[in-house]
């Protein structure tokens, strides 16, 4: 199984901030990694296919960047509705697997 | 927009059989997506448990594969999931997904539905 491994765990910032989140895959994914943003009590929401293809709807301070075994979610100047908690997953090869969560905290 | 939603039963008692379903609306079920289980126990991370594609190909999770079954209901538009001999490890939020075909990944959920593993 491919392991993917998101830094930090969780992290405190400000409404204004610009906020970084690594996710590092096990072996090479190609482009094949997904982020998603989930709320508490709430389902997932996809945010971003293909590293760095924003799904329909989301803001544009919103990105993705990376390719092979790197990968990293930057959102520039935080909202007070960006706070939750983010999911990175690869889906290059089965099983399809999931980063443990990144959450992102109001300082 | 495709919507889903999901809807079981209840608790289920362990060893026993825990079976949800996912009602499809908005597009139909029999177009070239992957129609997927994805799990989370309460206050964890996010399992995938497995996809079907209306061709009635499936991939399971390996941690899960002998326990589990994912099936189509074309005429009625849904998908279900079935997860026998259940323990209360297996208790969470089950949430159903779809994922268009290609590199594209999963564009849209269900509000999940809590299940409960107790006797």
């Known amino acids: 199984d491919i392991q993917m491994t998101q830094s930090p765990s969780s992290l405190s910032a400000v409404v204004g901030d610009r906020v970084t989140i690594t996710c590092r895959a096990s072996q090479d994914i190609s482009n094949h990694l997904a982020w998603f943003q989930q709320k508490p009590g709430k389902a997932p929401k996809s945010l971003i296919y293909a590293a760095s293809s924003l799904q329909s709807g989301v803001p544009s301070r919103i990105s993705g960047s990376g390719s092979g075994a790197e990968f990293s979610l930057t959102i ?32 | ?78 998908f279900s999931l079935r997860l026998s001999s259940v323990t209360a490890a297996d208790t969470a939020i089950y949430y159903c997904a779809k994922k268009p075909s290609g590199i594209y990944s999963i564009d ?11 006797s």
């Not at chain 2, 949800?20 to 997506?33: D, E, F, P, W």
């Not at chain 2, 849209?108 to 539905?113: P, V």
């Open chain 1, 76 to 107: 520039t100047s935080l909202q007070p509705e960006d706070f939750a908690t983010y999911y990175c997953q690869q889906y290059y090869s089965y099983p399809i697997t999931f980063g443990q969560g990144t959450r992102l905290e109001i300082k």
């Open chain 2, 1 to 78: 927009q495709v919507q889903l939603q999901e809807s079981g039963p209840g608790p289920v008692k362990p060893s026993g059989t825990l079976s949800l379903t996912c009602a499809v609306s908005g597009g139909s079920i029999s177009v070239g997506n992957w129609w997927m289980w994805v799990r989370q126990p309460p206050g964890k991370g996010l399992e995938w448990i497995g996809e079907m594609y209306p061709s009635g190909s499936t991939h399971y999770n390996p941690s899960l594969r002998s326990r589990v079954n994912i099936s189509l209901d074309k005429p009625k538009n849904q």
């Open chain 2, 108 to 118: 849209s959920w269900g509000q999940g539905s809590l299940v409960t593993v107790s």
